[in-house]
C-alpha cells in the first residue's frame, strides 16, 4: 500500500516542480507586439542566415579525405594535379616569407663608423692613467699586449677589425642576434689574428653590432617573390602516369587521392538537397531560438533590433564562407559579442554566441575546434564583462586588455598542437583590437540607428548639462525639482527589486519633459500668482491641457532623438490614470459626464522600470505633505494605499511587477522619506548690534 502511494505521490511532485520552473522561466512582461511585415522581414533573414549556413552542404562531394574507397582506380592518363594540402599549407606560410630584406647601406657606414669611434677610444685610453672610467674595460694583459705594438701593427690590427666587421655587415646582421652567436661569428672572421688580438678584436666587433641591424624590407622585391609563390611554378603538384593505381578498394582515401580522383572527374560534385534540407532546417532552428531567446530576455526589442543580431550573424557566415578554414573564430565571434551585449544586455549577446558557434559551417578538425571553443571562451567573458563597463573609458580599456588575453590564452593553450606561429597569434591579436577599436568609434552611430541602450549612453543622457535637461531647468524649475525628487524615489525602488536602475534614474529626468510646451498650467510651477486653470473654468479644456504634457513630451523625444526606451517613460509613467480633480468639477455640472474623457490616454506600464515610475510619481507630492510627526508606520499605510489603487485600476497588469516587489516599492519609498525628513541641530542667531546714529 506505501509503495502505491509512492507511486502516485512521485507524478505530483515531477508535475509541480514542473509547474514551478515554468513559472520561474515565465517572462516578466510580455514580449512587445510586432507588426506582420516586420516578422515577416526577420523570418526572411533567418532564411538567409540558413541558407548561407548550410551552403557547404548543398554540393558535398559523394568522396571526401577519410572515406573507404568504394573501388580500385587506376589513373587513365598521364597528369600533373595540384597537391591542394601542400598549396594550403604554402598559402599559410607565404606572408611571413614574402617579405625580402636587403642590406641597408646607410646602416652599414653608419655601424662601420661606430666600430671606428670604438678604435679612437680605445687609442685615447692607452694615452692616459687607467684612474677613469673606460667606455671599453680593457684588462692588464690587453692593455700590455697593444702597447707593445708598434704604429704599423696597431694599424692593421685595427684594419682587419674592420674588414671583419664589413664582411658579417655584408652578410645581413638581423635584430635580435644573442651576444654569443656573434662572438663566435666574430672570431671566425678573425681567424688570421691570434690570441689577444684575436679576442680583443672579437669584442669591439661584438659591441659595434649588438642589438642592431642593417637590413631593410625591400617592396619591388617581395612582390616578386609573391608572384614566384603563386605562380604555376611555385604550385606544388603531384606527378601521375598512365596505368598508376591511384587507390584500391577499401583503403582510405587521403588528401593527395582525393586530389587526383578530383582531376579525373571521378568525385561526383552533384547536389544533395535531402542533406542539405535536413541541415538548412537546423540552421533555421537554431536562428529562430535566438530570436525567441532575445524576445525573451529583452521583451521590448523591436524589429530592427532583431535585425542588427541577424545581420551580423548573417556577415560571420559569409565572411567564414568566403575565408573558409582560414578564418579567425576569435576575431569573428568575440567584436559582435561585445557589441550586442552592450547595446541588448548580457543575455543577448550570449544567445548570439550560442547561434553563432552551433552555426559554424564546415566541419572542423581538433586543432580548429579548440580555437573556435577559446574564441568563444573569450566572447562569452566579454559578453559578461560588457554589462559592468559604466565608461566608454571602461570599454577602451577591455578593447585593449582582451586581445592581449586572447593570444597569451592560445599561445598556452595550443602549444605543441601545431598552432599558427607567433606572428599569425600577433596579427591575429591586433585585428582583433582594431575592430574592436573601430566598434568603439562606431558605437554611437549603431546606438542612434538601431535603437540600442547601452550602459554608456545612458549615463551620458542623464547629464544634467544636456540641452533639453537645461531648459526644463530654466523654463520649468519647479517641474525639474519635482522631477529630481522623483528620480531618487524611483532609483531606490529599482535597486530594491533588481531593476535597470540606470534606466530608470534617466527616464524620471526626461518623463516631463513635455511640460515645457506650458510650465504655468501646472501647479508645481505656479508661485503666488492665480491658478490660470480657474480663470479657464473648463474642466475638458484643463484635461486637454494634462494630456497635451504627454503628447508635446513625445514630440519633444522624437526632436531630441531620445531612444525609444527612454520615450516610453513619457506616455506610460501616466497610463490612463484618471485627471481626478478635474472629473470631480465636471461632475459637479454634468453627473452623467464619461470618465474615459477623463484619463490618460496611455499605454499603461509595460516594463517594471515604467511602472516604478508611475507609483514614484503618485507617491512623491503624498510623501511630502505629510506632516512632520508622522511616523514610518503610517507613511508605509499611506505608499501601501496609493500602489494597491493602481493596481486596482488595472495601471500596472502589464508591468511584470509582482505583489512582493510591490512591498518592497513601499519599503524603499519610505526610506527615501525618511532620508529627505531628517533632524537638523538648531543653531543659536546671535542678536544683532544696535550702532547709533
Known amino acids: ?107 652599414s657606414l ?55 666587421q664589413l664582411r658579417m655587415l655584408s652578410q645581413g646582421l638581423a635584430p635580435g642576434v644573442s651576444e654569443g652567436q656573434l662572438l663566435e661569428a666574430a672570431s ?38 609573391i608572384e ?16 598508376d593505381l591511384v587507390v584500391r578498394q577499401g583503403e582510405v582515401i587521403n588528401a593527395q587521392v582525393f586530389d587526383v580522383l578530383d582531376h579525373f572527374g571521378l568525385v561526383n560534385r552533384r547536389p544533395r538537397p535531402l542533406v542539405w534540407l535536413s541541415h538548412f532546417l537546423e540552421s533555421l532552428a537554431v536562428t529562430g531560438a535566438m530570436v525567441l531567446l532575445l524576445r525573451r530576455w529583452r521583451s521590448s526589442l523591436e524589429p530592427r533590433q532583431a535585425m542588427l543580431a541577424l545581420g551580423t550573424l548573417l556577415a560571420v557566415q559569409g565572411v567564414h564562407l568566403w575565408l573558409g578554414p582560414g578564418a579567425s ?68 580599456q577591455l578593447a585593449v586588455l582582451l586581445p592581449g588575453g586572447a593570444v597569451l590564452l592560445q599561445w598556452l593553450l595550443l602549444q605543441g598542437r601545431g598552432q599558427p606561429g607567433q606572428f599569425d597569434l600577433l596579427s591575429e591579436a591586433l585585428l582583433l583590437a582594431g575592430l574592436l577599436m573601430a566598434g568603439l568609434l562606431l558605437a554611437p552611430l549603431v546606438e542612434t540607428f538601431f535603437g540600442l541602450m547601452t550602459r554608456t549612453r545612458l549615463l551620458e543622457l542623464a547629464d544634467l548639462e544636456r540641452p533639453l535637461l537645461r531648459r526644463l531647468s530654466c523654463e520649468a524649475p519647479g517641474t525639474f525639482e519635482h522631477t529630481l525628487m522623483i528620480a531618487g ?20 529626468l526626461y518623463h516631463d519633459v513635455g511640460k515645457l510646451h506650458g510650465p504655468q498650467w501646472f501647479i508645481e510651477n505656479q508661485e503666488e500668482g492665480a491658478n490660470p486653470h480657474d480663470t479657464l473654468d473648463d474642466p475638458y479644456a484643463s484635461a486637454a491641457i494634462l494630456q497635451a504634457h504627454v503628447d508635446e513630451g513625445l514630440k519633444l523625444a522624437r526632436r531630441y532623438r531620445l531612444p525609444r526606451p527612454l520615450a516610453d517613460f513619457i506616455p506610460e509613467h501616466q497610463g490612463t490614470l484618471k485627471m481626478g480633480y478635474f472629473l470631480h468639477h465636471a461632475r459637479e455640472r454634468d453627473p452623467s459626464v464619461r470618465e474615459a474623457d477623463f484619463r490618460y490616454r496611455g499605454p499603461t506600464p509595460r ?65 527615501v522619506w525618511k532620508r529627505m525628513r531628517h533632524r537638523r541641530i538648531p543653531y543659536p542667531i546671535p542678536a544683532r548690534k544696535a550702532f547709533s546714529a
Open 607 to 671: 516594463s517594471r522600470e515604467t511602472a516604478i515610475l508611475m507609483l514614484a510619481d503618485g507617491c512623491e507630492a503624498a510623501l511630502r505633505s505629510l506632516p512632520p510627526g508622522t511616523n514610518e508606520h503610517e507613511a508605509r499605510t499611506m505608499v501601501r494605499r496609493i500602489l494597491e489603487a493602481r493596481q486596482r485600476d488595472g495601471q500596472l497588469a502589464g508591468s511584470g511587477i509582482s505583489r512582493a516587489e510591490l512591498e518592497l516599492l513601499i519599503r524603499a519609498f519610505v526610506r
Open 329 to 396: 573564430p576569435m576575431v569573428l565571434l568575440a567584436p559582435p559579442t561585445l557589441l550586442l551585449a552592450q547595446g541588448l544586455g548580457t543575455a543577448s549577446g550570449l544567445a548570439w554566441l550560442a547561434a553563432a558557434t552551433l552555426l559554424w559551417p564546415v566541419p572542423m578538425s581538433g586543432l580548429l575546434g579548440l580555437r573556435l571553443l577559446l574564441a568563444a571562451a573569450t566572447a562569452a567573458v566579454a559578453a559578461v564583462t560588457a554589462g559592468r563597463q559604466r565608461s566608454r573609458a571602461e570599454l577602451l
Open 228 to 243: 614566384a609563390l603563386i605562380s604555376q611554378q611555385g604550385i606544388p603538384t603531384i606527378s601521375v602516369s598512365k596505368g
Open 489 to 508: 524615489l524611483a532609483e531606490e525602488g529599482a535597486r530594491s527589486i533588481g531593476a535597470d536602475v540606470d534606466l530608470v534614474r534617466t527616464g524620471a
Open 1 to 107: 500500500m506505501r509503495g502505491r502511494l509512492l507511486t502516485i505521490q512521485i507524478p505530483g511532485r515531477v508535475r509541480s516542480l514542473w509547474r514551478q520552473w515554468l513559472r520561474t522561466e515565465r517572462p516578466r512582461q510580455p514580449p512587445a507586439c510586432w507588426r506582420g511585415q516586420d516578422s515577416l522581414a526577420v523570418l526572411m533573414v533567418c532564411a538567409l542566415v540558413a541558407v548561407l549556413s548550410s551552403w557547404s552542404w548543398l554540393a558535398e562531394p559523394s568522396l571526401r579525405p577519410g572515406m573507404l574507397a568504394p573501388f580500385t582506380v587506376q589513373a587513365p592518363e598521364s597528369a600533373e594535379v595540384v597537391d591542394s594540402t601542400a598549396l594550403e599549407e604554402r598559402r599559410q606560410q607565404m606572408l611571413p616569407r614574402t617579405t625580402v630584406q636587403v642590406v641597408d647601406e646607410e646602416a
Open 188 to 225: 671566425l672572421q678573425l681567424e688570421q689574428l691570434t690570441g689577444l688580438g684575436r679576442n680583443l678584436g672579437a669584442r669591439l666587433v661584438v659591441q659595434s653590432l649588438q642589438g642592431q641591424t642593417n637590413l631593410r624590407s625591400d617592396p619591388a622585391l617581395s612582390q616578386r617573390r
Open 110 to 164: 653608419r655601424l662601420r663608423a661606430q666600430l671606428g669611434e670604438q678604435l679612437k677610444l680605445m687609442q685615447d685610453q692607452l694615452a692616459r692613467a687607467r684612474d677613469r672610467v673606460e667606455a671599453l674595460p680593457l684588462s692588464d694583459q690587453e692593455r700590455l699586449w697593444l702597447r707593445g705594438l708598434s704604429q704599423a701593427q696597431l694599424t692593421a690590427w685595427q684594419a682587419e677589425v674592420s674588414r671583419a
